[in-house]
């Protein structure tokens, strides 16, 4: 019987898929990209690592062809693929129908090889009748498509490993510039300093209820005085706080405004005008992709990754069509059933008499897809998927029907009321006072939907502003009248949503992006969010200056607007791949090339000037911000302060600068060692107390404080006992023992073996004979018998230490936020520190595969455990491609099916940090207490007002908040 192979990205859309094709059909995933470009040195094939150029993995000196290998964790996927392949008759590759998804059928054909006939399917929508349609309609694969997305891959490389060195060396390490992410965060910090320079102006007013003979009053407000306006927010200079100079209006003061309002206490006022006008208000298009993002946030509170997370699981559920869009139009098929649903569920009057199209496409609009709408020819209601799928699915779901229902309703119809008042002070002074209200006269699509709103029904209610029937000459009589001061203030930062709004705007970045910058620019440290509020740091301040000033046209929103246009050229066959990047990277077009850039401006750069931040409000005072290689600080002269995280940049004001300069330092000389004579300090550090031998920031020995230690109270004798550790314990069969302190709690080390102690003081107490009879005991692997120690620690200058431990899967490298496991050919103990912290900070920048799956510390793949694989390499297309010469061993795929998922890693405080945003200000405040000041629960809880079984509860749903925040990136 004919055997037909199906190819998709992901499982679950596999299995949907699946149960529509039936009999004859396989349906297998590639689980995303199978190729890629090398992500550490170790990755580039032996024959091209002497090539200058092989660090990028692309060859720019040959028509910019990328080199492309089988990352490690696909292998044993892709020899499965090419194992269903020779018993196919037919290979259909049906992955998503974008560039993206292009890329990767191209990738499976060039990998794969099939001998068989290959057709390429797409859809955008997984139901039955969809499937159907697109397995009969075939087509070639798109090598336009195909080669905008190589191009995009390879500008994003070119930029990435050029400028992120500049700013290792010039800023801080492990920082990184990204073509579109140094621009969001250019965005954020530009918004930031406005921030920083905005001086607030006040005014007051008056706000009096009014009340006509019967009925109820309406609440009106002073708008004029003796025929001049009143001051408004608008007419304020926000880098002065005063009034611009072309302003004509009155400037109340607080006096004033209460003298004024008891003057016109009991005073007679009359109707001088009352005007109605009608209004309609349109539905609102379908949803595209970010939009779609941004209401997730301000209706159901999900940051955007979160929300195409749910996007992605109800499109691969066969419940949505395609959820990576930028257009806004919808099918026929659409239209007939959301004006169905209309008719069937609010009646005829609620729907437009004609179909409602929506053809407006945001800038630089991409390959044509719907809008995001419920799947099939007929939607299924929110309320009848309530036992099929939950949580953010569900709520998903429910905001796509409403909207794309509501697109094809009529329009909303009302009135909006204008009414003066005019009435006399007791002093003479005329004043006008103005009402304004709202009147919705027919609901229209405002039924199904509202924005912003969750419930449309009470938005309605909250949207009326209803007032008396008034018509000019009655008279009103004026109740409680009270005066009332208003301040300006600063532009809003950006929250997730209002980002992917103004990239969109500028025609930066494109639907698959936006999640991803908005992570990136989180995860590296460029923006923590308060609230909802995405805050720039001190370090987004230092990276954005330096390329600014350095390397302006890499982030200069029109230029990275047309690179997005180039590529569309590239998609649409307009312009080619190769010379595009020619000219970029050297120079061809536009002058300077990247390369040439980089290498002309890095001597020019001055680490001072960049990493000194300005701030208007410290001016005058002598004070500077700078950003240094281990966080920013305050100085002034010699005096310094590290800045608390907390503090936002335009909080910082020349007092609060004053206040943190005047703090103790958080150092106590504590005397000197009598064997070196060298000064002991006790210090408190950014990753906690510690005590130092030797001065300055190149100390002889540093050593942590342990549980129960305190900074202020710390003895010299105390210091020297914890300067000793590691401490020498003796010799076992010929091998050296020594107690350690780890982050998982002390233990002892004998070659590559440890055990566990009980406590902090045996480190100081245990003897030989004592630790002969720990490794005479079997070692237990887990608390509570306690994590394993370290083969090997390295330590480095900046107080990190990197773990060399024994996993189950081989040895592996840990700082305790990331895990690297290593390959065979990576060295073991015989690793260097410079070894170890390349490799994890390789494996730190590689992405979460699916099902849990880590590339930096997850199940290994087929191919591990055996000698490494030996590479061969062949031209395929335009790109240079590296692969396994061998087949995984047999059975491999048993191994590795057979063996469970490794347990969840628990975040590190460090980790679970940048995520404080999420919490209220109390518990902000009681978690960095007692996590990062060392206060206990009982001493702290009495100072924020709580009790102490309360604030011990409160610690606990932190605790459940930041994992979750740090599960959901948010």
């Known amino acids: 019987m004919p055997k037909t192979l199906v190819i998709v990205e992901s499982p679950a859309k596999a299995k ?77 590759l049906a992955t998503d129908d974008d560039r993206e998804g292009e890329s990767i059928a191209w990738h499976l054909l060039q990998e794969l090889k099939p001998k068989v006939p290959v057709k390429r399917m797409v859809f955008h929508e997984i139901t039955k009748e969809a499937i159907a349609s697109a397995i009969q309609h075939p087509r ?27 700013l290792w060396k010039k800023v801080a390490p492990k920082l990184s510039a990204g073509r579109v992410q140094s621009v969001a965060t250019r965005m954020l910090v530009e918004r930031e300093r406005e921030r920083m320079r905005f001086v607030s102006g006040s005014w007051w007013d008056i706000e009096g209820r009014f009340q006509v003979a019967e009925g109820e009053g309406f609440p009106a407000t002073l708008i004029e005085l003796d025929g001049k306006k009143l001051a408004q927010g608008k007419d304020f200079d926000p880098a002065s706080g005063q009034l611009k100079k072309s302003a004509d209006v009155w400037q109340l003061s607080e006096q004033q405004a209460r003298e004024l309002a008891e003057s016109l206490a009991g005073q007679p006022f009359r109707v001088l005008s009352a005007e109605e006008k009608p209004f309609t208000q349109r539905p609102y298009a379908p949803f595209i992709t970010s939009t779609l993002q941004q209401e997730g946030g ?60 929506y053809e407006k496409k945001s800038k630089n609009a991409q390959e044509a897809h719907e809008a995001i709408r419920p799947a099939g020819s007929s939607f299924r209601t929110p309320e009848s998927l309530r036992g099929e799928i939950s949580g953010d699915e569900w709520r998903v779901y429910d905001l796509i029907w409403k909207r794309t229902v509501a697109s094809q309703m009529a329009d909303a119809r009302g009135r909006r009321l204008q009414v003066r008042l005019g009435g006399r002070a007791q002093d003479g002074r005329d004043t006008v006072f103005a009402a304004s209200g709202k009147a919705i006269d027919f609901p229209g699509f405002l039924r199904a939907y ?22 000019s000459g009655d008279g009103v009589t004026a109740r409680d009248l009270k005066p009332l001061g208003h301040a300006t203030q600063p532009p809003a930062r950006f929250t997730e949503a209002s980002l ?71 998609a649409g066959g307009r312009q080619k791949r190769a010379p595009y990047l020619r000219g970029f990277y050297l120079g061809e077009q536009e002058g300077l090339g990247l390369k040439n850039l980089v290498e002309t401006r890095l001597e020019a750069i001055d680490p001072r000037e960049i990493a000194t931040i300005e701030v208007p409000k410290l001016a005058g005072s002598g004070i500077e911000v700078r950003v240094g290689r281990y966080g920013p600080y305050l100085t002034r002269g010699e005096a310094r302060a590290n800045l608390p995280e907390e503090l936002t940049p335009d909080e910082l004001t020349a007092e609060k600068a004053e206040e943190l300069l005047g703090r103790p330092s958080g150092e106590r000389p504590l005397g000197n060692d009598p064997e070196t004579g060298l ?75 440890s055990r566990s102690l009980n406590n902090h003081e045996e480190l100081f107490s245990v003897t030989h004979e004592q630790a002969e009879q720990l490794f005479a005991q079997p070692r237990v692997f887990g608390r509570r018998g306690a994590a394993s120690g370290p083969l090997k620690r390295f330590e480095f200058s900046d107080r990190t230490t990197i773990d060399l431990k024994s996993g189950r899967f081989g040895p592996y490298l840990t700082d305790g936020t990331v895990n690297a496991t290593l390959r065979k050919d990576e060295g073991g103990e015989n690793l260097t520190p410079d070894e170890a912290r390349s490799i994890l900070e390789e494996r730190g920048k590689e992405p979460k595969s699916k099902a849990g799956k880590t590339a930096r510390g997850g199940k290994a793949s087929a191919a591990k455990g055996g000698k490494a694989a030996k590479t061969t390499t062949k031209k395929t297309g335009t790109a240079e491609t590296a692969k396994p010469a061998r087949k995984p061993a047999a059975g491999a795929a048993k191994i590795k ?74």
């Open 679 to 753: 000064p002991v300090i006790a210090r408190a550090g950014r990753f906690g107390p510690y005590v130092q031998l030797g001065e300055g920031n190149t100390p002889v020995k540093t050593s942590s404080l342990l549980p129960g230690d305190d900074l202020n109270t710390l003895s010299l004798e105390r210091a020297l006992e914890l300067l000793t550790l590691p401490r020498f314990v003796g010799t076992l069969e010929g091998e050296e023992v020594w107690a350690h302190n780890g982050r998982y709690g002390p233990y002892l080390k004998r070659g590559s073996d």
């Open 16 to 92: 949907t898929i699946g149960k529509y094709l039936g009999k004859g059909y396989v349906v297998e995933s590639s689980i995303g990209h199978i190729r890629d470009l090398p992500r550490s040195a170790s990755e580039i094939p032996e024959r091209y690592k002497g090539e200058a150029w092989a660090r990028l993995g692309i060859n720019v000196e040959e028509d910019f062809r990328p080199l492309y290998i089988v990352a490690p964790e696909k292998r044993s996927q892709v020899a499965k693929l090419k194992s269903l392949v020779k018993d196919a008759d037919l290979v259909v």
């Open 298 to 357: 301000r209706k159901l509170g999900m940051n955007a990754s979160r929300t195409m997370r749910a996007a992605q699981k109800l499109y691969e559920g066969g419940y949505i069509t395609y959820m990576r869009t930028d257009s806004t139009t919808l099918s026929k098929e659409a239209m007939d059933a959301a004006r169905s649903q209309v008719r069937a569920m609010y009646g005829e009057q609620y729907l437009h008499p004609t179909p409602r199209t």
């Open 450 to 471: 509202v924005e912003g709103s969750d419930d449309p029904e009470a938005a309605l209610e909250d949207r009326e502003v209803l007032l008396p029937a008034l018509k």
């Open 897 to 970: 099916k057979g063996k469970k998922a490794p347990a969840k890693v628990t975040p590190s405080w460090d980790a679970l940090r940048r995520h404080v945003g999420v919490l209220s200000e109390t518990e902000r405040r009681l978690v960095i207490a007692v996590r990062d000041e060392g206060h206990k629960v009982d001493e702290i809880a009495p100072v924020l007002g709580l009790e102490v079984n309360k604030a011990k509860g409160m610690l606990l749903q932190i605790g459940r908040k930041l994992n979750q925040a740090a599960r959901a990136g948010a």
């Open 140 to 166: 070639n694969i798109d090598e336009n498509l195909v080669e905008a997305q190589e191009a995009r891959r390879a500008l994003d490389r070119l930029y990435g490993y050029e400028v992120s060195p500049v």
């Open 500 to 570: 992917v709004q103004a990239l969109e705007g500028a025609g930066i970045g494109r639907p698959s992006t936006y999640a991803s910058i908005l992570g990136t620019i989180q995860d590296r440290g460029y923006a923590v969010k308060r609230g909802q509020a995405l805050v720039p740091t001190w370090t987004a301040f230092a990276t954005s200056a330096l390329l600014e000033h350095h390397f302006g046209r890499l982030v200069d929103y029109d230029f990275t607007a047309r690179m997005e246009e180039d590529l569309d050229d590239i």
